[in-house]
């Protein structure tokens, strides 16, 4: 297996029906996958469910190699780059994609540096992502299907997903490789790391009186899609960190 390929992983949050599960699984073996994680599923035993076995369909290894856990945020912690699939236009978030630019992101991400590592998110099979989870991700990317009825059943959403992102790391891109050899390798920051310093960057607005904790309005999903956006890397997540504590250490003089 390509190391960019060992480097994506499908995210599906609180999975409800184990045959989407399985169906999921068989997915991404097909298209040269194997690193699936379940968040919250409503069926604890969900990998050895009967229907779930029949509906991965010879790819158990992927099925059983799953990996559960309790939040997204868990799911996301090494993650530098990462697309919420979703059909619903938001308000506010992070940058819109299709599927098609989605993947030609990824592969050039996946070929600047060795440490970065690509997900593709998706929501429940009834009501697909919050807006909580869209929020944890660098992008929004959604499937340019039929407007009169662009319903996909979160398996098939996730093959599509799935192939988009193969044909992309397989095809020879020349942009890429000549970035690979004129550029150094990005080292961008996995989601853990964003996560401490937006933490860390709301005790410091909190010192300084810039948010009310107990009226912070929407300043923080504000500042998070901020982050984000602008896609940082370590160094800067690191630059931020001392100016948190600086401004902490500041205040608390006063």
């Excluded at 662009?150 to 799935?162: E, F, G, T």
């Excluded at 150094?184 to 920051?189: D, G, T, V």
Aim: with cysteine.
């Amino acid at each position: 297996m390509l190391p960019s390929f060992a480097h994506t992983r499908f995210i599906m949050v609180a999975p409800s029906h184990p045959g989407n599960v399985g169906a999921a699984a068989r997915a991404i073996k097909t298209m040269g996958f194997n690193e699936l994680v379940l968040v919250s599923p409503k069926d604890p035993d969900i990998k050895n469910n009967p229907e779930a076995i029949a509906l991965s369909s010879g790819a158990t290894d992927v099925l059983h190699n799953a990996h559960l856990v309790s939040t997204l945020d868990e799911a996301l912690a090494p993650v530098t780059l990462s697309f919420a699939l979703t059909a619903r236009s938001r308000d506010m978030g992070p940058p819109a994609l299709d599927i098609r630019q989605s993947a030609q992101l990824s592969a050039r991400h996946l070929a600047s540096a060795p440490e970065n590592r690509v997900a593709v998110v998706l929501g429940t099979e009834r009501t697909g992502l919050e807006n909580e989870e869209i929020s944890r991700c660098h992008r929004i990317c959604h499937i340019p299907a039929n407007p009169a009825y662009s319903s996909l059943n979160v398996s098939q959403a996730l093959q599509l997903a799935a192939w988009e992102l193969r044909y992309a790391l397989m095809e020879n891109n020349p942009a890429a490789t000549q970035a690979n050899e004129t550029q150094n390798a990005i080292a961008y920051a996995p989601s853990e790391k964003v996560e401490a310093l937006l933490k860390h960057w709301e005790q410091a607005l909190i010192t300084i009186d810039f948010l009310n904790p107990a009226h912070p309005k929407k300043l923080m999903p504000r500042m998070r899609y901020l982050f984000t956006r602008i896609h940082m890397n370590q160094e800067e997540v690191d630059m931020m960190r001392g100016v948190c504590t600086n401004i902490i250490k500041h205040a608390s003089k006063k």
